[in-house]
């Protein structure tokens, strides 16, 4: 059986605007940032990232590469949940899956409790 068409066959050539790469942005800190740790192995949680974008929180390479031997050390030292604590800043994170649960600044760190971890690193 042949199925035959009685509409033309229309050809669409695409736009030199269709057939162009997009342009190339800078990115926004936040998510510059979140590639950073993103290089050293790190996740970073939705709510890990609007912590650290309304705290303005910044992380040097040298922070995010210390991050991601932190969560190594706490891998094999058999933790699950950590904090990893910076100079003026702090990381609640799920070891296991190496993901970045919450971030907190030097004020969100006083007088605070920080429960449900198993490990500190001072990193």
Do not use: C, Y
């Not at 290089?39 to 939705?46: A, D, H, L, M, T």
């Not at 933790?79 to 702090?90: G, H």
């Amino acid at each position: 059986m042949k199925i035959q068409s009685t509409r033309p066959l229309k050809i669409v050539e695409p736009s030199p605007q269709q057939t162009e790469a997009p342009a190339k942005s800078e990115g926004s800190f936040d998510s510059v940032m979140v590639e950073e740790l993103s290089r050293n192995g790190v996740e970073v949680s939705k709510h890990a990232a609007k912590r650290i974008k309304s705290r303005q929180i910044e992380f040097s390479e040298d922070e995010a590469k210390r991050i991601g031997h932190g969560m190594q050390l706490a891998t094999q030292k058999g933790a699950r949940e950590a904090l990893l604590l910076l100079q003026d800043k702090a990381l609640i994170v799920d070891v296991r899956n190496r993901k970045v649960v919450t971030a907190l600044d030097r004020d969100a760190l006083k007088e605070k409790i920080v429960t449900n971890i198993d490990s500190t690193l001072l990193l």
